[in-house]
C-alpha cells in the first residue's frame, strides 16, 4: 500500500506513474489523502486502510514536521519503530547574494506594493529578503513549490528542478527561489 498526502491533487508528485502501477500490480494499492480535501493521515484513518499495519514495513518520506507527525502517530498504535525508516531531507534556506554594484533590476511586487532592487543573477526571493521582505517560501523545509507565484511582466532565467509543472510554466508562473530577472519584473506576490 501507498499512502500519499498533498496539499491538492495537482501536488500529487508522480500520480500517474502511481496509477499505472495500481492498475498493473495486483497487491499495489494507492491512497491519495488531500489536505484541501479535510484529509489527514491519523491512526483510525491507517487503521481502516491497512488493518495489519502493526506487522508492515513503514516507509516515510517529507517535510521534517511531517515525518515527527507520522512518528508520533505510529509510536502511540504500539508500532514497533524498529520497523520504520524514513528518508529525510534537509535544505539550506536560499542565499542572500553580496550584493553587486553593477545593473540591477525594478521588481514591482503587485500585492505588498513595494518594489524592490534585483541584481542580474540573483533570485528574486534572495533580493526580496535582502530588502526585508519575508515572501511565502518553504525552500529550507523540503516544499518546492510554495514560492510559485504569476510573472504579470518581464522575463526571467528559471534554472528549476522540480516544483513546478510546464503547464504552470506556459501561465507565466514562476518560482521565485530560481528565477533571476532578464529584465525589470512585475510579479504577483
Known sequence: MFIHSARTFDDIIFRRELDFL???APNFRVTHLLDDSGEQLNAELLRDMAPDFLEREVFTC????????VRSMLSTTGFDM?????????????????????QSFKVELTRSGRTIDCDPGT????????????????????MCGTC?????????????????????????????????????LVIDA
Do not use: W
Open 62 to 69: 517529507g517535510p521534517a514536521g511531517y515525518m515527527e507527525a
Open 82 to 102: 524498529a520497523r520504520y525508516h524514513e528518508e529525510s531531507f534537509t535544505f539550506d534556506a536560499p542565499a542572500v547574494p553580496e550584493h553587486d554594484t553593477g
Open 148 to 184: 510559485k507565484t504569476t510573472l504579470l511582466a518581464g522575463s526571467v532565467d528559471m534554472q528549476h528542478n522540480g516544483g513546478i509543472r510546464p503547464r504552470e510554466i506556459a501561465d507565466n508562473k514562476i518560482l521565485l527561489c530560481c528565477s533571476t530577472p532578464l529584465d525589470d
Open 123 to 142: 533570485p528574486v526571493l534572495a533580493a526580496a529578503s535582502r530588502a526585508g521582505i519575508t515572501l511565502p517560501a518553504s525552500c529550507a523545509q523540503g
Open 22 to 24: 495500481a492498475a498493473t
